[in-house]
């Protein structure tokens, strides 16, 4: 309809299309990630050895051009490999990275990863970013289906991703908070089972 019809359209018309279009788009992301949703329980792959800082920077290169546009920075300290489900460790880490890149503050994007090890056998992943933060009382809400501190006019998304990130980590064994401040960024702790090989302590951007 828009390739053919939307020259002889008025403006009224012009915009229930752009509703639709609108509407449709939103529609197919909420599929998507509901399909994502279902597939971490349900499509499982077999574990294999992951390192921390291969697996971050694969995540990152999903986001390549906004970062090189935007002049964002992201550092890996202290790598460490694990066993795990790569394809959805590697979600994880998009949905986290994607995060930091949409509620950016007015600097240019800062991203910190790091590891160490944990206490009662596990390790602890934190991924740390100097975007726009929120309050701390909304940290258990934002990991729940469908929840978002922001209006759809202000940022774009489903409400899905970091429901997704909780289910993955809660298959492996783990645990996800967050931690965070309006204005200071946020800092998401991930602990997982101590299965790591390997703990080195390494830098790199």
Do not use: W
Request: include cysteine; charge should be positive; aromatic fraction near 6%.
């Amino acid at each position: 309809m828009r390739k053919r019809s939307a020259p002889a359209l008025d403006s009224t018309s012009q915009d229930y299309l752009d509703r639709i279009l609108n509407s449709a788009t939103r529609m197919r992301q909420l599929l998507d990630d509901l399909l994502q949703f279902s597939r971490v329980a349900t499509r499982p792959e077999p574990p294999k050895e992951i390192d921390l800082a291969t697996m971050v920077r694969e995540a990152a290169g999903v986001f390549e051009t906004f970062i090189r546009e935007s002049g964002a920075r992201i550092e890996i300290e202290n790598t460490l490999s694990i066993r795990a489900d790569e394809s959805q460790m590697l979600l994880l880490f998009q949905n986290i990275i994607g995060n930091a890149l949409k509620y950016r503050g007015p600097d240019s994007p800062r991203i910190e990863v790091r590891a160490r090890h944990g206490g009662h056998n596990t390790c602890e992943i934190f991924v740390k970013d100097n975007g726009i933060g929120f309050e701390q009382q909304f940290a258990e809400q934002i990991f729940k289906p469908f929840q978002r501190l922001h209006n759809r006019g202000e940022y774009e998304g489903t409400g899905m991703g970091l429901a997704i990130c909780r289910k993955i980590v809660e298959r492996h064994g783990g645990a996800i908070r967050v931690e965070s401040e309006p204005g200071k960024g946020a800092t998401f702790i991930i602990r997982l089972p101590a299965q790591f090989t390997k703990l080195e302590a390494t830098r790199a951007r």
